[in-house]
């Protein structure tokens, strides 16, 4: 573990391929998942890139050494979203992935067809509890900044950018695998949503 303090500041264009890294390293349930599909760029595609080019003032990032190594990203308005990403995103991401490759080696419980199909549907987003709790977000953090405060800090910056916006609330959602993440929000605070599955759980919390 570095001996340095990592700072989180605002995120900045020059880190768009940082946070495809570190999304790609932590997407396997936290884990690295580097050659867990056919192609790297496949889940920051999804869940990492287009959030930081729809709402780039609601990217924060944790740099350490000069690097980055870990952020969150929120949208304000998933409504909006979802519309933006059917326009702007999804055509461009189904003329890069048409279908899905062979299986790799690991052949992941969430399938590279799967993978591909929500990556070109952003209706997926569409939760019963939008009006409600209309921003969504998505965080992580690399290995070594774990367990060091980080994610608490990176959800209480998101917040406070939120509410300032007058946003009340915020959701997520998560791999029902990933049983770390699951206590690390409910020690936030987020509870479940109505519509959250136990294969697909689905939390929310106040932004104030």
Do not use: K
Request: contains cysteine; negative net charge.
């Amino acid at each position: 573990m570095s001996g340095a303090e990592p700072v989180i500041r605002p995120y900045r264009p020059s880190d768009r391929d940082a946070v495809a890294e570190v999304c790609l390293r932590t997407a396997a349930s936290g884990a690295d998942a580097s050659g867990v599909y056919r192609d790297d760029a496949l889940m920051p595609e999804v869940y990492a890139l287009p959030y930081v080019d729809y709402a780039p003032d609601l990217a924060f990032v944790v740099e350490l050494d000069g690097r980055v190594a870990g952020y969150v990203l929120g949208i304000a308005d998933t409504a909006d979203f979802i519309d933006w990403y059917a326009r702007e995103w999804a055509p461009g991401f189904r003329r890069r992935h048409p279908v899905a490759g062979p299986p790799t080696e690991h052949r992941p419980a969430y399938t590279e067809a799967q993978l591909i199909a929500d990556g070109g549907d952003p209706e997926r987003m569409r939760i019963p509890e939008l009006d409600a709790y209309p921003a969504h977000l998505h965080i992580d953090l690399l290995p070594e900044l774990q367990g060091r405060g980080l994610g608490r800090r990176l959800i209480d910056t998101l917040r406070a950018a939120l509410a300032a916006r007058g946003v009340p609330a915020v959701h997520l959602g998560l791999d029902a695998a990933n049983v770390g993440a699951r206590e690390f929000y409910a020690r936030l605070g987020f509870h479940e949503l109505g519509s959250s599955r136990p294969e697909a759980p689905r939390l929310g919390i106040a932004t104030s």
